[in-house]
Protein backbone atom coordinates (compact mmCIF):
# COMPACT_ATOMS: atom_id res chain seq x y z
CA UNK A 1 0.00 0.00 0.00
CA UNK A 2 1.27 3.64 -0.74
CA UNK A 3 1.26 5.28 2.61
CA UNK A 4 0.69 8.57 1.55
CA UNK A 5 -2.57 10.00 3.53
CA UNK A 6 -3.62 6.53 4.92
CA UNK A 7 -5.81 6.58 8.34
CA UNK A 8 -3.55 5.79 11.12
CA UNK A 9 -6.06 3.05 12.05
CA UNK A 10 -5.17 0.90 8.62
CA UNK A 11 -1.74 0.80 9.40
CA UNK A 12 -2.42 -0.43 13.25
CA UNK A 13 -4.70 -3.09 11.95
CA UNK A 14 -1.97 -4.61 9.43
CA UNK A 15 0.94 -3.81 11.90
CA UNK A 16 -1.45 -6.28 14.38
CA UNK A 17 -1.68 -8.88 11.78
CA UNK A 18 1.96 -8.51 10.91
CA UNK A 19 1.96 -6.17 8.20
CA UNK A 20 1.22 -6.31 4.64
CA UNK A 21 4.40 -7.68 3.07
CA UNK A 22 3.91 -10.61 6.01
CA UNK A 23 0.23 -11.08 4.72
CA UNK A 24 1.60 -11.35 0.75
CA UNK A 25 3.83 -13.92 1.64
CA UNK A 26 2.45 -16.21 3.95
CA UNK A 27 -1.45 -15.89 2.91
CA UNK A 28 -0.88 -14.16 -1.03
CA UNK A 29 -2.80 -11.70 0.09
CA UNK A 30 -3.59 -8.67 -2.89
CA UNK A 31 -6.39 -6.30 -3.50
CA UNK A 32 -5.60 -4.67 0.42
CA UNK A 33 -8.46 -1.86 0.84
CA UNK A 34 -9.95 0.34 3.36
CA UNK A 35 -12.54 2.96 4.19
CA UNK A 36 -11.59 6.10 6.27
CA UNK A 37 -15.59 6.86 6.28
CA UNK A 38 -16.58 3.03 7.89
CA UNK A 39 -13.09 2.39 9.78
CA UNK A 40 -12.25 -0.99 7.94
CA UNK A 41 -9.57 -2.85 5.76
CA UNK A 42 -10.25 -6.08 3.85
CA UNK A 43 -8.14 -7.80 1.75
CA UNK A 44 -8.17 -11.13 -1.11
CA UNK A 45 -6.18 -14.44 0.05
CA UNK A 46 -5.24 -17.52 -1.89
CA UNK A 47 -4.93 -20.97 -0.50
CA UNK A 48 -8.20 -21.22 0.87
CA UNK A 49 -10.95 -22.98 0.12
CA UNK A 50 -13.48 -22.09 2.62
CA UNK A 51 -12.95 -18.09 2.26
CA UNK A 52 -10.77 -15.55 0.26
CA UNK A 53 -11.53 -12.71 1.56
CA UNK A 54 -11.67 -11.02 5.26
CA UNK A 55 -12.65 -7.51 6.14
CA UNK A 56 -11.58 -6.23 9.60
CA UNK A 57 -13.58 -3.21 11.37
CA UNK A 58 -13.14 -0.84 14.16
CA UNK A 59 -16.20 -0.74 16.05
CA UNK A 60 -17.41 1.71 18.26
CA UNK A 61 -15.60 -0.03 21.10
CA UNK A 62 -12.37 -0.10 19.72
CA UNK A 63 -12.82 -3.58 19.40
CA UNK A 64 -12.85 -5.26 15.54
CA UNK A 65 -16.16 -6.85 14.02
CA UNK A 66 -14.37 -9.45 11.72
CA UNK A 67 -15.90 -10.95 8.51
CA UNK A 68 -14.79 -13.91 5.86
CA UNK A 69 -16.29 -13.90 2.55
CA UNK A 70 -16.21 -16.78 -0.13
CA UNK A 71 -16.11 -14.44 -3.64
CA UNK A 72 -16.54 -16.65 -6.40
CA UNK A 73 -15.82 -15.11 -10.13
CA UNK A 74 -20.02 -15.68 -10.67
CA UNK A 75 -20.49 -12.85 -8.05
CA UNK A 76 -22.18 -15.30 -6.05
CA UNK A 77 -20.42 -13.79 -2.57
CA UNK A 78 -21.77 -15.07 0.59
CA UNK A 79 -20.21 -14.32 4.22
CA UNK A 80 -18.70 -18.04 5.87
CA UNK A 81 -18.05 -16.49 9.31
CA UNK A 82 -18.50 -12.96 11.29
CA UNK A 83 -16.78 -12.68 14.50
CA UNK A 84 -17.94 -9.17 17.08
CA UNK A 85 -16.17 -7.38 19.78
CA UNK A 86 -12.48 -9.15 18.37
CA UNK A 87 -10.01 -7.91 20.77
CA UNK A 88 -6.40 -7.02 19.16
CA UNK A 89 -4.33 -10.15 20.35
CA UNK A 90 -7.18 -12.49 19.13
CA UNK A 91 -6.74 -11.13 14.75
CA UNK A 92 -3.93 -13.61 14.70
CA UNK A 93 -5.66 -16.60 16.32
CA UNK A 94 -8.87 -16.08 14.50
CA UNK A 95 -7.68 -15.38 10.86
CA UNK A 96 -6.00 -18.57 11.34
CA UNK A 97 -8.26 -20.90 12.80
CA UNK A 98 -10.55 -19.78 10.31
CA UNK A 99 -8.44 -20.20 7.32
CA UNK A 100 -5.96 -22.78 8.36
CA UNK A 101 -3.06 -20.14 6.92
CA UNK A 102 -0.57 -19.35 8.96
CA UNK A 103 0.74 -15.54 9.95
CA UNK A 104 3.58 -16.59 11.83
CA UNK A 105 6.27 -19.48 12.11
Not at 40 to 50: D, M, Q, T, W
Request: net charge neutral; proline share 1%; aromatic share 16%.
Amino acid sequence: MNNQSIPDFVDVIFAQLGGCRRLEVMVGAYNFSYSANDKYVSFRFKACKKCNYVSIKINELDLYDIEFWKLAKDFDCKITKQYFLVSHDKLIQIFESETGLYLRL
